[in-house]
């Protein structure tokens, strides 16, 4: 059986590699995704799998079937973290998967299993979510790899520190026809399972999103001298485009909209901001309402520029619209659920997953675990051995029983 204890235990000595003396910070290509890596690879090793990284420097695990080279049924999740972040959102998945292998004891299945553990699902450094996933489904733009942290080092220069070879990424990527599904164990991230006393949840569906880098530009001034009728304070004019998307997104149900980021240019007490750069965030459960209030908060923000006389540019980054689970799959998981003896709950994901990137090449499905108060992107992200046993025992037993579709 799956180890509850193990699995807590793991997910602790994975976040002590972190770039924070006193939390959870591990980003894409870093020295601490490298020592992370390393024990998810020997943890891959010690379950039986033969482990490697990818060309793209995700941590990828292989448990032969009943014969070699059989198309598998692929587990995942991401190995690194938002900035301060919680130790479950994706390194739970990642470790349950090499714990329910361990637990199958040898015994071989009619297909293989792969456990992938993404290196960038969040897009810390680089700032472009599901980069890993999308280079695994095939959809890596190579312009990406010209994109600067806040370092100014490049995505290729990190590449090649991490001895990964920038021109050979597009090894990493996996053909449909070796993949029979992918499946994803992630806490909720959100208050319904706890609310409802349920352990684990099925997910129906995830929500839509879509980024942008919005940059304001006015006239930095010296703060003592420019009357205010003559200024054009882009930070003025940025914190009336954040109001304004908060008024857009309360306005419609179940949509969310987020500014995360925000820089100021030049940064000093005494000089009136004369550029601002902010990030916009905006998911829905339904497409055309996020592409509707995208409209309306790309309008506003131009509509504030125009009053404030500052020039506005919106950079819009990859969206990705609603993206269903398999039913058949979600079937295989409602079965594992009530062979538990567990209530069944289903539930769409507000939180983005890699599901929405390896749906190009495999059927998704995902399993929530219960998380307290469903805190997460946050150091008080927290969930309890017994859901982690639980969450372990669900997906040992989607796994043990996995049928490929039209089998
Ligand atoms: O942003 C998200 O929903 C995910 O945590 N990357
Ligand atoms: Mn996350
Ligand atoms: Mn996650």
Redesign the pocket.
């Known amino acids: 059986m799956p180890s509850p204890a193990r699995i807590m235990a793991r997910c602790a000595e994975i976040a002590r590699h972190s770039e924070l003396a006193n939390g959870l910070t591990r980003v894409y290509l870093s020295k601490e995704q490298r020592a992370a890596n390393a024990l998810v690879l020997a943890w891959m090793r010690e379950a039986g799998m033969q482990a490697r990284l990818d060309a793209a420097g995700s941590v990828v695990g292989r448990y032969e079937g009943t014969q070699p080279g059989l198309a598998c049924l692929m587990l995942g999740s991401h190995l690194d973290s938002?900035r301060d972040a919680g130790r479950y959102?994706g390194m739970l998945g990642v470790v349950t998967a090499i714990e329910c292998v361990q637990s199958l004891g040898g015994k071989r299945l009619p297909f293989a299993i792969e456990v992938i553990g993404f290196a960038d699902?969040?897009?810390v450094r680089f700032g472009t979510?599901l980069l890993a996933s999308r280079i695994v489904s095939g959809a890596f733009d190579p312009a990406l790899l010209e994109a600067r942290d806040k370092d100014g080092v490049s995505m290729r220069e990190a590449m090649k520190a991490n001895g990964l070879d920038p021109d050979a990424i597009g090894t990493a990527a996996r053909r449909s026809d070796e993949l029979l599904a992918y499946a994803e164990l992630h806490i909720e991230?959100g208050p319904v399972l706890e609310a409802e006393g349920v352990a684990v949840g099925v997910v129906t569906a995830i929500n839509g999103?879509r980024r942008a880098v919005v940059t304001l530009r006015g006239m930095a001034g010296h703060a003592g001298t420019v009357p205010m009728s003559l200024r054009r304070d882009a930070l003025a004019g940025a914190a009336e485009c954040v109001l304004a998307v908060e008024r857009i997104a309360r306005a419609e149900k179940g949509l969310v909209a987020t500014v995360g980021k925000l820089e100021t240019l030049p940064g000093a007490t005494n000089v009136i901001p004369g550029e601002v750069r902010f990030t916009v965030?905006c998911r829905s459960p339904e497409d055309a309402v996020r592409e509707r209030a995208l409209q309306g908060i790309f309008g506003a923000i131009a509509d504030v520029a125009e009053a404030r006389g500052l020039d506005s540019h919106v950079e819009r980054l990859p969206d990705f619209n609603v993206t269903r689970c398999a039913p058949w799959l979600m079937a295989q998981f409602e079965r594992a659920v009530a062979a538990e003896k567990l209530p069944l709950r289903t539930l769409p994901s507000g939180?983005?997953?890699d599901g929405m990137a390896m749906c190009a090449i495999a059927d998704i499905a995902m399993l929530f675990v219960r998380c307290k108060a469903g805190i997460s992107?946050n150091p008080a992200e927290s969930i309890t051995e017994d859901d982690a046993g639980t969450g372990a025992r669900v997906l040992l037993r989607f796994i043990e029983a996995f049928e490929p579709r039209g089998a």
């Open positions: 938002v959102d699902e969040e897009g979510s991230q999103s965030d939180a983005g997953h992107h």
